[in-house]
């Protein structure tokens, strides 16, 4: 029944900045952890950061700690901010999401193993 969606994806130089969002639908946030991943030609699949809609914790990968925010928006829509890019932030970014299990779940496991819903993605290309 949940449904989602990703938006805000293009073309940037280095050190510039986008923002995605991803857009859900049938079921209310608050039921799931949601992730961004991303994935680039030749490159295994990463999680890039995940909420846990319930408490707000949040979950980095080390690469983008420090550059990238996740955050809800409205009660939706999770927000990924992303600061000063990089060429290796390319790739397509997926929203997922998986069923909350109270402590049994937490952001930092669903970011290891992806989510059991996921959208279509949206494209990140950043180069100079």
């Known amino acids: 029944q949940l449904q989602l969606v990703e938006s805000g994806g293009g073309s940037v130089q280095p050190g510039e900045s986008l923002r995605l969002s991803c857009i859900a639908s049938g079921k209310s946030l608050s039921l799931y952890v949601i992730g961004w991943f991303r994935q680039a030609p030749g490159k295994e699949r990463e999680g890039v950061s995940c909420?846990?809609?319930?408490?707000?914790?949040t979950y980095y990968a080390d690469s983008v700690k420090g550059r990238f925010t996740m955050s809800r928006d409205t009660e939706n829509t999770v927000i990924l901010q992303m600061n000063n890019l990089e060429p290796e932030d390319t790739g397509v970014y997926y929203c997922?999401?998986?069923?909350?299990?109270?402590?049994?779940?937490?952001?930092?496991?669903?970011?290891?193993?992806?989510?059991?819903?996921w959208g279509q993605g949206t494209q990140v290309t950043v180069s100079a």
């Open positions: 997922s999401a998986e069923v909350l299990f109270g402590p049994l779940t937490s952001a930092q496991r669903v970011c290891a193993t992806g989510g059991d819903v």
């Open positions: 909420i846990n809609s319930e408490d707000g914790s």
